[in-house]
Antibody, heavy 120, light 110 residues
Framework: QLQLQESGPGLVKPSETLSLTCTVS??????????WGWIRQPPGKGLEWIGS???????YYNPSLKSRVTISVDTSKNQFSLKLSSVTAADTAVYYC????????????WGQGTLVTVSS | QSALTQPASVSGSPGQSITISCTGT?????????VSWYQQHPGKAPKLMIY???KRPSGVSNRFSGSKSGNTASLTISGLQAEDEADYYC??????????FGTGTKVTVL
């Protein structure tokens, strides 16, 4: 059974860089059928797609966040990571990693999510 | 890239049917049959309920069904049950390898 687990600091200071890692177990991140994505959800609000990555390293970002986002993949560790720079309180959210089966447009496996708070 | 528009809330009595709409544009919902729906209970991760507009993953009740007309997709829950009370989000491919979620709908079982 595929499992995804987010990890990283739960508190980040304003103007600094948020860094999270998603560890995939029970399957290979190098599978040609899937992309891997980050989605966030501010407290009490809706879901927002942040970006996706293919195991080859090809990346796709939400245009509204593109200037601040970097997603990378480490196939040797079966992990992919998110960096969001110059954070503000508006970036406080639960961050989810998920598997994207692109051809059918479905995020079919999700991590449990991790709350990141931006505060001094 | 704007969020897809969903009603903030929908309610129904046990056994009834409800429908949640998801309105996008000709650049997303209207152009691709890559609309999915997610159920989210409080404090939990979203769960895939429908993909490719109307397909159900294995294990999802056949009380859940999806459809699309023009720029609007819809999720129908028939035979409403207490366990269906949750937030629901639609998601659509928006071109150029990007994805957009809906604003979310809170379903209340009266």
């Amino acid at each position: 059974q595929l499992q995804l687990q987010e990890s990283g600091p739960g508190l980040v200071k304003p103007s600094e860089t948020l860094s999270l890692t998603c560890t995939v177990s029970g399957g290979s991140i190098s599978s040609s059928s899937y992309y891997w994505g980050w989605i966030r959800q501010p407290p009490g609000k809706g879901l927002e797609w942040i970006g996706s990555i293919y195991y080859s390293g090809s990346t796709y970002y939400n245009p509204s966040l593109k200037s601040r986002v970097t997603i990378s993949v480490d196939t040797s560790k079966n992990q992919f990571s998110l960096k969001l720079s110059s954070v503000t309180a508006a970036d406080t959210a639960v961050y989810y990693c998920a598997r994207l089966f692109w051809v059918s447009g479905r995020f079919d496996y999700w991590g449990q999510g991790t709350l990141v708070t931006v505060s001094s | 890239q704007s969020a897809l528009t969903q009603p903030a809330s929908v309610s129904g009595s046990p056994g009834q049917s409800i429908t949640i709409s998801c309105t996008g544009t000709s650049s997303d919902v209207g152009s691709y049959n890559l609309v999915s729906w997610y159920q989210q209970h409080p404090g939990k991760a979203p769960k895939l309920m429908i993909y490719e507009v109307s397909k159900r993953p294995s294990g999802v009740s056949n009380r859940f069904s999806g459809s699309k007309s023009g720029n609007t997709a819809s999720l129908t829950i028939s035979g409403l049950q207490a366990e269906d009370e949750a937030d629901y989000y639609c998601c659509s491919y928006a071109g150029s390898s990007t994805w957009v979620f809906g604003t979310g709908t809170k379903v209340t079982v009266l």
